[in-house]
């Protein structure tokens, strides 16, 4: 199953910064997701940690630490996803078999070059772009 972790942290930002302001809760972030708000507390702590939100101590809620445009997808992947789950690489193979012997080294270079050219993708794509697709499909 394919991790979803930076699909809900683009959705969490884009919600909170579609209502600056309003202070929105985990409940509420939970439901648009349609996900446990546990599950919203940690990927915000992910955020936090991240530099992209802010919280106050006994005040519900999160805000944008920078404008949507200054947020690029890859900051996001960065905060929220560990490289070493995009590109797994089975192990133990069979050093006596030809393709076995050989998988590892072969396979962690073609992952590198396409995790590479994915993050060079992903730093070209900004939150406040992902938002304005969102308010042109609305429209539709």
């Known amino acids: 199953m394919a991790n979803s972790r930076l699909s809900v942290a683009i959705h969490i930002l884009s919600l909170i910064a579609s209502k600056p302001y309003e202070q929105i809760t985990s409940d509420s972030i939970a439901e648009s997701v349609n996900t446990n ?52 690489i089975h192990d133990h193979p069979n050093h006596r078999c030809p393709i076995g012997s050989k998988i590892h080294p072969i396979l962690n270079q073609t992952f590198s070059t396409i995790q590479l050219t994915m993050e060079k993708e992903l730093e070209h794509i900004t939150l406040q772009d992902i938002m304005d697709e969102m308010e042109i499909y609305s429209k539709i």
Do not use: H
């Open 37 to 88: 708000p546990v599950v919203i507390r940690r990927m915000c702590g992910l955020l936090k940690r991240g530099g992209m939100l802010t919280s106050r101590a006994g005040i519900s809620g999160a805000s944008l630490l920078k404008p949507p445009a200054d947020i690029t997808l890859l900051d996001i992947y960065l905060a929220v996803q560990s490289k070493s789950e995009w590109f797994a």
